[in-house]
Structure formats: C-alpha cells, structure tokens
C-alpha cells in the first residue's frame, strides 16, 4: 500500500491536466483618417495575462504601399521582421527577462494610396509563456480600418494691392 501511494503521490502531478486559462491579444493602433498619399505608422502590440517572454506576430495589410517596419528594441532575440507581398512576419525573444501585460512588437510605416477608399491593418500569433516550458498561447487577432481622404484644396490667400503714398504727389 506504501508503495502504491507513492507511486500516486509522484505520478498525480504529471498526470494532472493544466487548468491555468493564459490568454493572449494583439492590438493593431488605430491611426484614424489619412489624406491620400500621406505616410503614417502604426504600432503593434501583444498583451498577455501571464508572464511571457517570446512572441510570434504576423500583420497583413490591404489598399496600402508598405514603407517600412521597425521591431521594439527589447526584444533581444529576433528573427525578422521580413515582409512577403501584404504580410509582414516577426518572432522575438526577451532573453533572461519577461514582460507581463501590454507591449509594443513593432512599427510599421505605410503610405496611404493615391484614391480614397479604406484600408485594413490586421495582426494576430503567438506568445511562449516564461513558465520554464515554453508553453505557446495563441492570441486573439486585431485589426484596424483606416479612411483614406481626399484632402480638401488649399485656401487661397488674398493679397491685396499695396497702397503707396507720397507727400510729393
């Protein structure tokens, strides 16, 4: 009976299933209307309600020309970010630390098409929880529309003609 019960008190741990619900998002910021043409940027952020210390994130865009990316320099460990047609893909690591709650994963500059119209911005992946094993977490997607504007024309200025005045005339 001893050795059953040890054989029990050991295994029970390993055998027991994991009921800890981590969750994790992605946010994509909202930059709000743009005029056709313009250049902008937008951040990309992962919230996680457990400790995590890795992060997978892909974005997609649409109706935008891609500029330019930027990863959040705290991530120490990275691959990418590479961009392949509309999507832009981006692992990091935080070696020997982790981040709880929000964080920025990258910036990424756009330039708004020549018509108006809407784009979309989307982002979505993973996060490895800093528990020792890795455990991935599957995040929620967000996503942003952006308005692209005509731009109203420019004021014209009024000039007025000048007055000249002389004591001689």
């Known amino acids: 009976i001893i050795n059953a019960t040890l054989i029990v008190f050991f295994l029970l741990p390993i055998l027991s299933v994991n009921t800890f619900a981590a969750?994790?998002?992605?946010?994509?910021?909202?930059?709000?209307?743009?005029?056709?043409?313009?250049?902008?940027s937008v951040n990309i952020n992962v919230s996680g309600s457990e400790a995590y210390n890795?992060?997978?994130?892909?974005?997609?865009?649409?109706?935008?020309?891609?500029?330019?990316?930027?990863?959040?320099?705290?991530?120490?460990?990275?691959?990418?970010?590479?961009?392949?047609?509309?999507?832009i893909s981006f692992s990091g690591a935080k070696l020997g630390g982790s981040f709880s709650g929000?964080?920025?994963?990258?910036?990424?500059?756009?330039?708004?098409?020549?018509?108006a119209?809407?784009?979309?911005?989307?982002?979505?992946g993973?996060?490895?929880?800093?528990?020792?094993?890795?455990t991935k977490v599957n995040g929620s997607s967000g996503s942003t529309s952006v308005t692209i504007q005509t731009p109203p024309p420019p004021t014209p200025t009024v000039v007025s003609e000048p007055t000249v005045t002389s004591s001689t005339h």
């Open 102 to 115: 929000s964080k920025r994963v990258l910036t990424v500059t756009f330039k708004a098409p020549n018509t």
């Open 54 to 87: 890795a992060v997978t994130a892909n974005v997609s865009f649409s109706n935008l020309t891609y500029v330019s990316v930027s990863a959040n320099s705290e991530w120490t460990g990275v691959s990418g970010p590479t961009r392949s047609g509309n999507t």
């Open 23 to 40: 969750t994790s998002s992605f946010s994509v910021s909202n930059p709000g209307k743009k005029n056709t043409g313009e250049t902008f």
């Open 117 to 124: 119209g809407t784009s979309s911005i989307s982002a979505s």
């Open 126 to 134: 993973t996060i490895a929880l800093a528990d020792g094993a890795g």
